[in-house]
């Protein structure tokens, strides 16, 4: 059974910084894209970022490039997003995905789900 879980969430002022892990099990992590989407109340959900496979080229939405980077460790099954210069505007449940489409991007390319993680920006 696959699982993908989700931690380093939390409270953050403005300009403030989190990492987030996301932890798989029951797949190997190297033959799928990880990537990270949120969902801010009363929005759809976002796809932000993800990892290939294959040669670790990456993804990001125009709301946070150049302030978050994802990287993956395969050795432990685990994908990161560092978020740097957080802004409330941030706020939201972050959730972990994988997919083996190589750097899927569109949500309907994922078939695995984390239960995501609140992160919250404010002062």
């Known amino acids: 059974q696959v699982q993908l879980v989700e931690s380093g969430g939390g409270l953050v002022q403005p300009g403030g910084s989190l990492r987030l892990s996301c932890a798989a099990s029951?797949?190997?992590?190297?033959?799928?894209?990880l990537g990270w989407f949120r969902q801010a109340p009363g929005k759809e959900r976002e796809g932000i970022s993800c990892?290939?496979?294959?040669?670790?080229?990456?993804y990001y939405a125009d709301s946070v490039k150049g302030r978050f980077t994802i990287s993956r460790d395969n050795a432990k099954n685990t994908a990161y997003l560092q978020m740097n210069g957080l802004k409330p505007e941030d706020t939201a449940v972050y959730y972990c995905?994988?997919?083996?489409?190589?750097?899927?991007?569109?949500?309907?390319?994922?078939?695995?789900w984390g239960q995501g993680t609140q992160v919250t920006v404010s002062s």
């Open positions: 995905a994988a997919s083996i489409v190589d750097l899927a991007v569109r949500e309907d390319e994922y078939d695995y």
């Open positions: 990892i290939s496979s294959s040669d670790g080229a990456t």
């Open positions: 029951g797949v190997t992590s190297d033959y799928y894209t």
